[in-house]
Structures are given as C-alpha cells and as structure tokens.
C-alpha cells in the first residue's frame, strides 16, 4: 500500500494495539467469532506488538515507561489458547484497561468526512436501506442462523474497525451492491 512505509512506530502501536484488544474483547464476550481466529496471524500480530513496544520504550522521553508497560500487559498472553484459559472476571478487568489504552492513543475514531448535506442524506438513506435490507432479510431467514451471523458479523467488525479509508468505502459499496442482488433475485422469484 502507498503511504504504509511513511507509518511511524506510534501508527503501528495504534493499529496493532486496536487489534490485539479486539481479539481480546472477542474472548471476553465470548464470542464464537473467537473459534475462527488463526493463531498464526495472532501470533504474528503480537509480535509486531512486542517490537514496536520495546522500540518505544528503548527512546527517551516521557512515555518510555508507559510504553514499557503496554509490553507487559501484551507478554503472558502468548497464544489464543490463553485467552480460552483465562478467567472470564481477569479477562473483562484486561478488557477495560486496554480500552482506556486505546482510546487513549487513538483518541476519535474515523469519520467520513461530509462536505455537503446531500452527502449525509445520502449515507444515511443507504444505511438505512441496508439495515432494512438486513433485518428483512433475517426474517425470512428464521432465528437460529443469528447466532452464526452475529459471530461473523463480529469478526467483519474488526476488520472494517482498523481498515483505511479506501476499504471501508469499499466494503460499504459490496454490502449496498449484495443487499441489491439479493432484493432483485427475491422479486424475480415472486
């Protein structure tokens, strides 16, 4: 990707820690989006974590300390097998603490930016219709498939939480283009 080599050290912590803590927050929950999780790319991730930690806390300045704890609180946890061992009370006490840290280094999270009102009429009439689009849909599917979807659904969260801009319209786009085919083919079937 253009750009991802201008990333500073804080970019990388920002976007890995948001990751790990959605993992984490799957675990927490409970979630059966946890089960489908590759361990290899957690482990993966929490490496890049550790590195990027230790490279902020071998710098000087004010927040060496507050990096070098980031690398504490990620080190026991060394396989998603741990989180699965963990106690539900020590993981929703992890949980919270890595949320403040979140929030903390990401501050406001990403917002499309709307130049005119015709923009934000058209977002809100297409998230409406796919919501509607949604919520029909589910109707016609019956109520034992939500458990699933909602697991998928949390896992397709987390990606489009910590994707860039050009992918999250994208991906905006596809639903729109899916809900559309799906209403078409059911009004042909009628």
């Known amino acids: 990707m253009r750009g991802e080599r201008w990333r500073t050290d804080r ?34 991730l929490r490496k890049q974590l550790l590195a990027v930690c230790r ?8 927040e060496r300390s507050f990096h070098a704890g980031l ?62 689009g949604l919520v029909w849909m589910l109707t016609m599917i019956g109520i034992p498939v939500l458990a699933t979807l909602w697991g998928a659904v949390d896992m397709v969260w987390i990606w489009f939480r910590y994707a860039d801009h050009w992918q999250k319209a994208s991906i905006f786009a596809v639903m729109v283009v899916v809900a559309s085919m799906y209403i078409v083919s059911r009004s042909a079937r009628a």
């Open 55 to 62: 490279s902020l806390a071998a710098a000087d300045g004010p």
């Open 71 to 132: 690398e504490e609180t990620v080190k026991p946890w060394l396989d998603l097998g741990a989180f699965n061992r963990a106690d539900s009370e020590i993981l929703s006490g992890l949980l919270e603490q890595c949320r403040k840290v979140d929030a903390e280094l990401n501050g406001r999270r990403w917002r499309p930016a709307l130049s005119h009102r015709g923009e934000l009429a058209l977002w809100i009439v297409s998230g409406g219709a796919v919501a509607g």
């Open 11 to 44: 970019d990388v912590l920002r976007d890995c820690w948001g990751r790990w803590t959605a993992i984490l927050s799957l675990f927490a929950r409970r979630s059966p989006a946890r089960r489908r999780l590759d361990p290899r790319a957690y482990a993966d």
